[in-house]
């Protein structure tokens, strides 16, 4: 009895955490104008615990770990009344929560290791209930998207489809290897004007946006601009420093926005966790981010790093996950696959996600699409 209830109070404070987080954060700031999912537990879902935020930008998940009872039903209800979309996950038949497809506006159906051979009877149910959506979860191969495709379900997830095509030779081009030196440049607190102006001088596309830019930086100087490194120095490292990040994973495989998204939330939740392992937090963002980019262009991060102009230090972490970067990531690594002990990574992971669609909107609005 005490260790369920001390895992419930584990589940429970991370609960908290994450609302919390939302609530100090504000969901709009972290998800921009995406709908955000998020997981609750009972005591929210009951009414124990009231929710901090309103219906218009938030879905509901009710896990497969919820056990439906009257008090759970009667709680989903009033918050479907009150506007909330509520999202079934991992969907399983039998597990009592299909008392609750007339309430729900999304069923996660889970391709991979879920029970298929009664798929049939599910989407039917699902399908006498208007307006319902199924989401296709954990798709992985052409199968399981043809299975998806099969059945119509609306939306869709997984790796077969957030990853764009594997390249036949993952590499990156002169060009980008010298947007990455600029990110890994700008990182040091202690880098020399001088190089980080002659790596934009080299890369025409980011010296022509620092020199439009600084225009309007400039308004009201009554010298003009006569050299890249006045440019620079109006427009300031940490602006130019979001475009050279945004222009080197955007490069990659010209990503949808939302694995841009993704790639740069896990560098800056490596930056944001450096401090507690005692690594260098420039070190830490590059790390995140080139592993970001392997992800993008399907390769492992080892065999990039082996392209790049790296410290020992980054491409230790990256080739073999050694050394205080190499426990960054490997905790970021643990916090991604939900692995326990790792809760307390829910407010620095929003102020990453946070901080990415902020630079992210920033940099397209400069950034032709």
């Known amino acids: ?166 390249l036949s030779t993952p590499s990156l081009s002169p060009s980008r290897m010298r947007r990455l030196e600029l990110v890994a440049a700008l990182m040091s607190p202690d880098a020399p004007l001088e190089k980080i102006t002659s790596i934009i001088v080299s890369d025409p596309a980011l010296a022509l946006r620092v020199l439009r830019v600084s225009n309007s930086a400039a308004a009201g100087v009554t010298s003009k601009i006569s050299s890249v490194r006045q440019a620079v120095m109006l427009v300031g490292l940490t602006r130019i420093r979001r475009w050279a990040t945004l222009m080197v994973v955007d490069d990659v495989a010209e990503a949808p926005e939302e694995q841009l998204l993704t790639a740069l939330t896990l560098a800056r939740l490596c930056e944001n966790l450096a401090p507690r392992f005692g690594a260098d937090p420039g070190a830490a963002f590059i790390s995140g981010l080139v592993t970001g980019m392997a992800r993008l262009t399907g390769c492992t991060a080892a065999a990039m790093a082996e392209q790049l102009p790296l410290t020992a230090d980054v491409s230790d972490a990256l080739t073999s996950g050694t050394g205080r970067l190499g426990a960054v990531l490997n905790a970021v690594r643990a916090y991604e696959a939900g692995e326990s002990g790792h809760e307390d990574l829910a407010v620095p992971a929003l102020d990453a996600m946070r901080w990415s669609t902020r630079t992210l909107t920033d940099a397209h609005g400069f950034t032709p699409r």
């Open 1 to 166: 009895m005490d260790a369920i209830e001390s895992g419930r109070q584990d589940t429970y404070a991370s609960s908290t955490v994450m609302i919390n987080a939302f609530t100090e954060f504000g969901i709009a700031e972290v998800a921009g104008s995406r709908p955000c999912f998020i997981n609750l537990t009972r005591e929210f879902l009951t009414g124990r615990l009231p929710l901090p935020f309103g219906p218009e930008q938030v879905v509901l998940e009710v896990l497969e770990t919820v056990a439906v009872d009257d008090d759970v039903i009667e709680g989903i209800t009033s918050l479907a009344e009150a506007g909330y979309r509520i999202a079934l996950d991992d969907f399983v038949w039998g597990s009592g929560h299909e008392q609750l497809l007339g309430l729900a506006s999304y069923v996660k159906l889970d391709l991979l290791d879920g029970d298929l051979t009664r798929l049939d009877e599910i989407v039917a149910a699902c399908r006498r209930h208007p307006g319902l959506q199924l989401v296709a979860e954990r798709l992985e191969t052409d199968e399981h998207v043809a299975l998806a495709d099969r059945y119509g379900m609306e939306l869709r997830q997984g790796y077969a489809l957030s990853r764009p095509q594997v």
